[in-house]
């Protein structure tokens, strides 16, 4: 009789160490996953902030030194298209030169698809002008708000994420 208590609270055991380990996995998965949306959707925040501020050099540390994509960029020449994504915002301050107006730039990930160490998204860049923190309803809506989408492929390097393609959907 003790053998068979014995055996059946091995078993037992056995079955909870097992259903632990496996909840415990699949809360890791989870953790991690939450982190790399997190640090994804960063970016965006990182690459609006540097429109904000026409910092080249703050749009770059988001871009992968492997960069390549299908018009022939590379990081070499990532700088370019920064700096041309940065003329459209001086564009639009130009058309807003006022003390009242402010110049709105919001980048959005949307579609994120997560696969391990890849990722695929849509990057929406609205660059638009807001009077006393609304848009106008005069504002010309057919040209501005501004908006450009990229299909954006990310990699992660170590524990940090990086853009590896970046191509704009017209």
Not at 15 to 32: H, K, N, R
Not at 95 to 119: G, P, Q, R, T
Not at 133 to 157: E, G, L, R
Request: charged fraction near 20%; glycine fraction near 4%; aromatic fraction near 12%.
């Amino acid at each position: 009789m003790h053998r068979k208590n014995i055996k059946k609270i091995s078993i037992v055991a056995i079955a909870i160490f097992l259903v632990l380990s496996l909840v415990s996995c699949i809360g890791w998965e989870i953790v991690t996953t939450t982190t790399d949306v997190a640090k994804i959707l960063l970016i965006g925040k990182n690459i609006e902030k540097a429109l904000e501020q026409k910092n080249v050099g703050l749009f770059m540390q988001n871009i992968s030194y492997y960069y390549s994509d299908t018009n022939g960029n590379t990081f070499s020449t990532m700088g370019s298209v920064a700096e041309e994504l940065i003329s459209q915002v001086e564009e639009i301050e130009d058309l807003a030169d006022s003390m009242f107006e402010d110049v709105v730039v919001d980048v959005s990930i949307n579609k994120l698809v997560l696969a391990e160490s890849y990722a695929d998204s849509e990057m929406k860049i609205d660059i638009s002008i807001k009077y006393f923190n609304y848009i106008p309803s005069f504002w010309p809506a057919d040209t501005y708000p501004k908006t450009i989408i990229f299909n954006v492929d990310f990699q992660k390097n170590g524990s940090e994420w990086e853009i590896i393609s970046m191509e704009e959907i017209f």
